[in-house]
């Protein structure tokens, strides 16, 4: 089956509390799944960068929900396309906290083709390879 990913920044509403952005989570978890659809959002307290991938139709009408939420505005997709293999495949969603430069680094990297750096390779990591460093910590975590 094939896979597609999106990857996209927004700006999170004024009034989102920790408790409301859970409770997104939880609904999200729930959705995602139903979906197969995995991924992973990273907040700085202001802004949203999220990650997330799956079969054509899940990652649809996962995104749809995504652009129809209230709890944030100013999307800006930073990449769409095909995926070999998932990034994230146990978590059906994961909000992780991250500091608002290493988002700001995450939004403004080389998201095209979601690709990884070829071990040995100087290039400069590439969006993904910077999302699988800051999420590694928590891969054990659950």
């Given amino acids: 089956m094939p896979l597609r990913a999106i990857a996209y920044v927004s700006q999170a509403r ?12 939880n609904d999200a978890t729930r959705f995602n799944r139903m979906a197969g659809v995995t991924g992973v959002l990273l907040h700085d307290g202001q802004r949203f960068l999220q990650y997330i991938e799956g079969p054509p139709d899940g990652i649809d009408s996962v995104y749809e929900r995504i652009l129809q939420a209230g709890s ?7 990449a769409r396309g095909r995926l070999g293999q ?5 978590w059906s969603m994961r909000a992780l906290p ?12 080389d998201w095209s083709g979601f690709s990884r750096t070829v071990e040995g390779d100087d290039a ?3 969006a993904v390879d910077l999302l699988s460093a800051v999420v590694r910590p928590m891969l054990s975590a659950g």
């Fill in 98 to 109: 991250v500091d608002a430069l290493k988002l700001r680094q995450l939004a403004s990297s």
């Fill in 86 to 90: 998932r990034q994230f495949p146990y």
């Fill in 124 to 126: 400069e990591p590439t």
């Fill in 14 to 25: 004024p009034d989102l509390s920790a408790e409301r952005l859970q409770t997104l989570v």
């Fill in 72 to 78: 944030h505005v100013d999307i800006v997709e930073l």
